[in-house]
Nanobody, 124 residues
């Protein structure tokens, strides 16, 4: 199985920034990575995703222009740079791994393994 280890969550003020990181056990190649988040009482929702070669990225509408996803394949890691954070961004953020290198659909069904989640809290 693939193990995902997340880090970088924390408490920030509105307008601040955080950088989430996720390391996948390896070696693996040709896999897509994504970030999802889940707030209390809400469904898990798509945030961002990136293909193996990094040429294709996808973002949820509510984070476009504020978040940026990237990856370092040599370290089997993916990052999510979050800027201009808003209180509505408060959630448990999950890293996700897909054997299939595709990100066309922002569905949880596209991903095979999940991290433990890292908490992001944005105060107003």
């Amino acid at each position: 199985q693939v193990q995902l280890v997340e880090s970088g969550g924390g408490l920030v003020q509105a307008g601040g920034s955080l950088r989430l990181s996720c390391a996948a056990s390896g070696p693996y190649s040709d896999y897509a990575m994504g970030w999802f988040r889940q707030a209390p009482g809400k469904e898990r929702e798509f945030v961002a995703a990136i293909t193996w070669n990094g040429r294709t990225t996808a973002y949820a509408e509510h984070v476009k222009g504020r978040f940026a996803i990237s990856r370092d394949n040599a370290k089997n890691t993916v990052h999510l740079q979050m800027n201009s954070l808003k209180p509505d961004d408060t959630a448990l953020y999950y890293c996700a791994f897909s054997y299939r290198d595709r990100i066309g659909a922002p569905s949880t069904a596209d991903y095979n393994f999940w991290g433990q989640g890292t908490q992001v809290t944005v105060s107003s």
